[in-house]
């Protein structure tokens, strides 16, 4: 009968990708194709594809075909949460964080250090564009120096995209800066003075960790579960101990675990902040590539009397070059609005004509509904990868988004030495070691996964597998 006859082919197209027949991520026969090997009509196919979307396992991309969307590898161990006791020390950046930076913006090489957001989409063609034509009109420019705020259209677009991160703010609560790394040297310096003692989940992406060494602060480290981030229990006990400043969390798609801080957590983490009257700077630069469903409600959702401090910027969802980022400081916003006259006056006016323009066409939105389903495909494309060649004792972080995975070896791996003979093969990691300052990750690496997969990079982790592999044979 041919209402069952697709149902039957949809069945044995499911059954050909749990046997990794058909992979994550590639094309699927063509309608035509189908068709013809299976001796059925295109609307059997086309009806036995449609089964496919609806129970997730392929998607539809136009003019392309249908791809392979789910992953049938088995869940992967997550890493184990660290049980160091909390204790604050100077951080000490490292020659390697520098090496480590400057693997980024090398052209050569099969790249997966770095935080960086595929630049193939279309939007970055838009952006282009768009460039061009607002750069032929002279307001694009502004007057002299602007205000210090930023542009108002700016703060309005982002006012607007707030309202999903649960947050209801008006444009004048807002400052624009050139990027969150900016927006969160605004914050500390705000914050802090020398000496004083920063809190920050473990792993903590080595950036902010460089930061709080520059401007003469020490960190806390406070151990973050893979699965719901910054642990409550060794944060209460650390505001037990220590004079801790402020606290930083990326609280959605942690850079390096990939993991969100429940809402709930949220909410308490905030009432004991409330209690030691401390303030709460948040990175959301990732909050808004989720893999599936709603975009997590940032900290400052939750925020009743303007405690957080609300970072984040286009580096992650559009373009780093754009160096457009923004603030909104809450009860802080007088020094940090002197912080940003300080130290750059205002921000150039030309990137933040463009991104307002491009946020207010509705282009973002259209644009991460892709890259969110495209990165989810990468992203388990790898964990796949990583089971077929990593070391069967591996454990890896179960990202919800965002753009990276962190992995956690047995600890006779030694993640530098690895990092250093890959680098020799043109393949770049991050070592773990970046990424705590006690030590704590010398067994782990961070990999992004924007990037799609080529033969190259697929036998590149097949490289850094066999290099693991001997590293236990060797070290045991
Ligand atoms: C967690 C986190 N915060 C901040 C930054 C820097 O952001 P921006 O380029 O907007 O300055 C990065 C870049 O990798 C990051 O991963």
Same mark, same amino acid.
């Given at each position: 009968?041919e209402t069952?006859?697709?149902?039957?082919l949809?069945d044995?197209?499911?059954?050909h990708i749990? @046997?990794?027949?058909?992979?994550?991520?590639?094309?699927?026969?063509?309608?035509r194709a189908?068709?013809?090997s299976?001796?059925?009509?295109? +609307?059997?196919?086309?009806s036995?594809y449609?089964i496919?979307e609806d129970?997730?396992?392929a998607e539809?991309?136009?003019?392309?075909?249908?791809?392979?969307k789910?992953?049938?590898?088995?869940?992967?161990?997550? &890493?184990?949460t660290?049980? +160091?006791k909390?204790k604050?020390r100077?951080v000490t950046?490292t020659e390697l964080?520098m090496?480590? !930076?400057?693997?980024?913006v090398?052209? @050569?090489g099969?790249s997966?250090?770095s935080?960086? &957001?595929? $630049?193939?989409?279309?939007?970055?063609? @838009?952006v282009?564009r768009t460039?061009?034509?607002?750069?032929r009109?002279?307001?694009s420019?502004?007057?002299?120096?602007n +205000?210090s705020e930023?542009? %108002?259209?700016l703060?309005?677009?982002?006012?607007?995209?707030?309202?999903? +991160?649960?947050i209801?703010i008006? &444009? /004048?609560?807002?400052?624009t800066?050139?990027?969150a790394q900016?927006s969160?040297?605004?914050?500390?310096?705000?914050?802090?003075?020398?000496g *004083?003692?920063?809190?920050?989940?473990?792993p903590?992406?080595?950036?902010?960790?460089?930061?709080?060494?520059?401007?003469?602060?020490?960190?806390i480290?406070?151990?973050a579960?893979?699965?719901? #981030?910054m642990?409550i229990?060794?944060l209460t006990?650390?505001?037990?101990?220590w004079?801790v400043?402020?606290?930083?969390?990326?609280?959605a798609?942690?850079?390096?675990?990939?993991?969100?801080?429940?809402? /709930?957590?949220?909410?308490?983490?905030?009432?004991l902040?409330a !209690?030691? *009257?401390?303030?709460?700077?948040? *990175?959301?630069?990732?909050?808004?590539l989720q %893999?599936e469903?709603?975009?997590?409600? =940032?900290?400052?959702? %939750?925020?009743?009397d303007?405690?957080v401090i609300?970072? =984040? =910027?286009?580096?992650?969802t559009i373009?780093?070059?754009l160096?457009? #980022?923004?603030?909104?400081?809450?009860k802080?916003?007088?020094?940090v609005?002197? !912080?940003s006259f300080?130290?750059?006056?205002a921000?150039?006016?030309?990137?933040q004509?463009?991104?307002a *323009?491009i946020m207010?066409?509705?282009?973002?939105d259209r644009?991460?509904?892709?890259a969110r389903a495209?990165?989810?495909?990468?992203?388990?494309r790898?964990?796949? $990868?990583?089971?077929?060649? %990593?070391?069967?004792e591996?454990?890896?972080?179960?990202?919800?988004g965002?753009l990276?995975?962190?992995?956690?070896?047995?600890?006779?791996?030694?993640?530098t030495?690895?990092?250093?003979?890959c680098?020799?093969?043109?393949i770049?990691?991050?070592?773990g070691?970046?990424?705590?300052?006690?030590?704590l990750?010398q067994?782990?690496f961070?990999?992004?996964f924007s990037?799609?997969?080529?033969?190259?990079?697929e036998?590149?982790m097949?490289?850094?597998? !066999?290099?693991?592999k001997?590293?236990? $044979?060797e070290?045991?």
């Amino acid at each position: 009968m041919e209402t069952l006859l697709y149902v039957k082919l949809a069945d044995q197209i499911i059954a050909h990708i749990s @046997e990794g027949v058909y992979k994550v991520g590639t094309r699927l026969p063509s309608v035509r194709a189908l068709s013809k090997s299976h001796q059925v009509s295109i +609307a059997t196919v086309s009806s036995a594809y449609a089964i496919l979307e609806d129970r997730g396992w392929a998607e539809a991309r136009p003019k392309s075909g249908y791809f392979v969307k789910r992953s049938t590898i088995e869940p992967i161990d997550l &890493p184990k949460t660290t049980r +160091a006791k909390p204790k604050p020390r100077p951080v000490t950046s490292t020659e390697l964080a520098m090496q480590v !930076q400057s693997d980024a913006v090398r052209k @050569e090489g099969i790249s997966f250090s770095s935080a960086i &957001p595929d $630049l193939e989409f279309a939007i970055s063609a @838009e952006v282009r564009r768009t460039f061009t034509r607002l750069s032929r009109l002279p307001a694009s420019f502004g007057n002299g120096y602007n +205000a210090s705020e930023g542009l %108002f259209e700016l703060r309005k677009q982002i006012a607007r995209r707030a309202i999903d +991160a649960g947050i209801h703010i008006a &444009p /004048d609560a807002i400052i624009t800066t050139l990027g969150a790394q900016n927006s969160i040297s605004h914050a500390l310096r705000s914050m802090t003075k020398p000496g *004083d003692i920063v809190a920050v989940e473990s792993p903590c992406y080595f950036g902010l960790l460089q930061m709080i060494e520059a401007y003469g602060l020490k960190a806390i480290e406070i151990p973050a579960d893979p699965a719901d #981030g910054m642990s409550i229990e060794a944060l209460t006990l650390a505001l037990q101990k220590w004079p801790v400043k402020v606290v930083l969390s990326i609280a959605a798609f942690s850079n390096p675990l990939g993991c969100v801080i429940p809402a /709930d957590n949220k909410r308490k983490i905030l009432q004991l902040l409330a !209690q030691h *009257d401390l303030c709460l700077i948040e *990175d959301d630069i990732y909050g808004e590539l989720q %893999f599936e469903g709603r975009r997590p409600k =940032s900290f400052k959702a %939750f925020d009743t009397d303007g405690r957080v401090i609300w970072c =984040s =910027s286009v580096s992650k969802t559009i373009d780093p070059h754009l160096r457009v #980022g923004w603030i909104a400081p809450g009860k802080y916003y007088q020094a940090v609005l002197q !912080q940003s006259f300080i130290s750059s006056i205002a921000p150039p006016t030309l990137p933040q004509v463009v991104t307002a *323009d491009i946020m207010a066409k509705g282009l973002l939105d259209r644009h991460l509904r892709h890259a969110r389903a495209s990165y989810h495909q990468r992203y388990l494309r790898l964990m796949e $990868l990583a089971r077929e060649h %990593f070391p069967k004792e591996m454990r890896a972080s179960s990202a919800k988004g965002g753009l990276v995975a962190w992995f956690e070896m047995p600890r006779s791996i030694d993640a530098t030495a690895l990092y250093h003979r890959c680098r020799e093969e043109g393949i770049f990691i991050a070592p773990g070691e970046l990424f705590s300052i006690s030590g704590l990750y010398q067994h782990c690496f961070r990999m992004n996964f924007s990037s799609p997969w080529t033969p190259q990079r697929e036998q590149a982790m097949a490289t850094i597998g !066999q290099y693991l592999k001997e590293m236990l $044979l060797e070290h045991g």
